[in-house]
């Protein structure tokens, strides 16, 4: 049996060398699109401060009458029976409040990052190009073939992190290392919070705060500000506002994070087809706004209603007009500052360290998910219009005259620390076995689509070639080569291989799986993101170890462009 082609893996570099890079490219302003129309998300900005000054000129008009004027008397905006909080802000809320400034930077900007791999968002599970409701990408061409890889776009160098185009692998270690210092940080919060009376800040006790947020609205939009009582309680906006940031905002940004996630979206059944991976998306995005609009208004509030007492409220714990705090808030957003500036070089320096390092916080976590019982199948009703297209078509001669022979002299080699290597030839595996599945594929990029696959369960090769006790993990090799050059692979843990759903597949929607979508066998795997998925698969190995192919981290994509090699998550 010849050997599999583990010559042709090609080691990498642990930086990013943007001569070897996807080029930058460019995409539109961020687009709404209501109905059938789409609106330029940038007129926003004249048309929010032509509203904003209408609401100060029609605020200023409405408390010239003397029953709005009543009705500020009768609801100030803080409630009379909010209980004083007397411990001020503790040293370990003041902490806690930068270290949360402090990662959401991150979070925000790595976030940014994996959204500009699909600059598209949507509400329906399949991510049809023309569906989308927001875009910062030009429409999907329909003369050639638009790769979701190619739909990606870059972002302006101090916005996205690490900055460049089609980082998503780096920008998700940025982005869940710090979710999961932030998930920290929160309960932490939440602990102390309840342990001391500083929960009576953001916790309404009275309907009476929803007429006192609007009274303070109204007195902020007039420019009569309310007193500035903020050492002892919040008025009623400002804990309104708190409490949705802290208990609905904040949950519902992690539970829609991970409902973006194979193992978890197709897991949960009814769940997951309500909260599907583009809704998710959707949902996601919003919270960020809401973040982002928080922060704005807080910092701006901060300055307008007295910089130097709220200063020295977060940053000092005094309640005072003095300075001290003014000069921690600049210590501290000067090391902000300079994060920001050295997050990016320093990724695209220390790729590799970046990677690893992501992998010893969350590798192990990630690792649970394979061990769910994935099993969410889908309907022929549920099956996407379009399942976008990705990777490098194999050129070769070899794999040319294999399809110009529809494949009828293909066959598959597996060898490896296997009792009985076998090459089976593509009529024997249409013999074997047939199952069939409709599932839901979670690219990486953050597309989603359903289809019906046909083909041959991976335990069946299993029990055929018999892997040998210190056979731990499986090597699958592609005709196709990686985007950098040399043989395209990926590997997965061999217990995950035994799946009911872990398919060698050969064909898509009741048809014979086509080129585009990696004929003659493509690997499912409904627990893993999509890159995990091989296409046009040439060879299988059986090893113990996979740490001397390639650059050693388990796959193509996980050498070349810092993916992590068990990506359920």
């Known amino acids: 049996m010849p050997d599999v082609p ?18 930058p490219q460019f995409g539109i302003a ?5 109905g059938k129309r789409w609106f330029n998300v940038l007129w926003l900005i004249p048309v929010g401060a032509v509203l904003l000054i209408a609401g100060i000129v029609i605020s200023q008009e409405l408390r010239q009458i003397p029953a709005v004027e009543q009705f500020i008397a009768l609801y100030p905006g803080t409630l009379s029976s909010a ?21 959401m930077m991150f979070i925000i900007r790595a976030g940014l990052q994996i959204l500009a791999d699909h600059p598209r968002l949507y509400w329906r599970r399949d991510s049809t190009p023309g569906t989308e409701w927001f875009r910062f990408q030009h429409e999907v061409p329909k003369d050639r073939i638009w790769t979701a890889k190619d739909d990606s776009v870059t972002l302006p160098k101090l916005v996205g992190l690490p900055g460049i185009r089609h980082t998503v692998g780096l920008a998700r270690w940025w982005h869940f290392s710090f979710d999961l210092f932030w998930l920290i940080n929160g309960a932490i919060f939440y602990v102390l919070l309840f342990m001391t009376d500083q929960w009576q800040r953001l916790v309404p006790m009275s309907w009476e705060v929803v007429p006192n947020a609007f009274s303070t609205l109204l007195q902020y939009l007039s420019l009569h500000f309310p007193a500035n009582e903020g050492w002892l309680r919040y008025n009623s906006l400002q804990q309104l506002a708190y409490f949705l940031t802290v208990f609905i905002a904040a949950p519902l940004a992690v539970f829609t994070g991970l409902m973006q996630a194979p193992a978890i979206g197709n897991k949960l059944g009814w769940l997951g087809r309500v909260f599907n991976r583009q809704a998710a998306r959707s949902i996601h995005f919003l919270v960020l706004l809401w973040f982002l609009s928080f922060i704005c208004v807080h910092v701006s509030m901060v300055f307008v209603t007295g910089l130097r007492a709220n200063l020295n409220h977060m940053f000092y714990g005094m309640n005072s007009k003095g300075s001290q705090g003014l000069w921690v808030a600049a210590a501290a957003m000067t090391v902000v500052f300079i994060a920001w500036i050295w997050a990016s070089p320093f990724t695209l320096r220390n790729a590799r360290l970046v990677q690893r390092v992501g992998e010893t916080l969350l590798g192990r976590i990630k690792a649970l998910g394979e061990w769910w019982d994935v099993s969410t199948q889908y309907s022929e009703a549920d099956i996407s219009p379009r399942f976008w297209p990705n990777g490098k078509l194999p050129i070769s001669e070899e794999f040319n005259l294999l399809e110009n022979g529809r494949f009828l002299s293909y066959k598959l080699r597996v060898s490896g620390l296997v009792e009985e290597p076998r090459e089976f030839t593509y009529a024997e595996i249409q013999a074997m076995p047939k199952q069939e599945q409709i599932t839901c594929h979670y690219c990486i990029q953050g597309w989603s689509g359903v289809a019906k696959w046909g083909g041959v369960p991976m335990r069946h090769i299993l029990e055929l070639v018999k892997p040998k006790p210190g056979a731990k993990y499986v090597v699958f090799y592609s005709f ?20 009911e759903l872990s398919l060698l597949a050969y064909e898509m929607n009741g048809q014979p799986l086509s080129v585009l979508h990696g004929a003659p066998l493509r690997l499912r795997c409904e627990n893993e993101l999509g890159f995990k998925m091989i296409k046009w698969i040439e060879a299988i190995e059986f090893v113990e170890s996979f740490s001397l192919l390639g650059a050693g981290q388990g796959g193509y994509n996980e050498d070349h462009e810092f993916f992590g090699y068990r990506m359920p998550i």
């Open 6 to 23: 583990e010559d042709q893996l090609t080691s990498a570099d642990g930086r990013v060398h943007l001569s070897h890079w996807a080029p």
């Open 30 to 34: 961020p687009h709404l699109r209501i």
């Open 83 to 103: 209980p004083a909080v007397n411990s001020g802000f503790p040293v370990w809320l003041r902490w806690q409040h930068f270290l949360n400034l402090f990662f």
């Open 480 to 499: 196709g080569e990686g985007a950098e050059g040399g043989r395209y692979y990926d590997v997965h843990r061999i217990h995950n291989m035994r799946h």
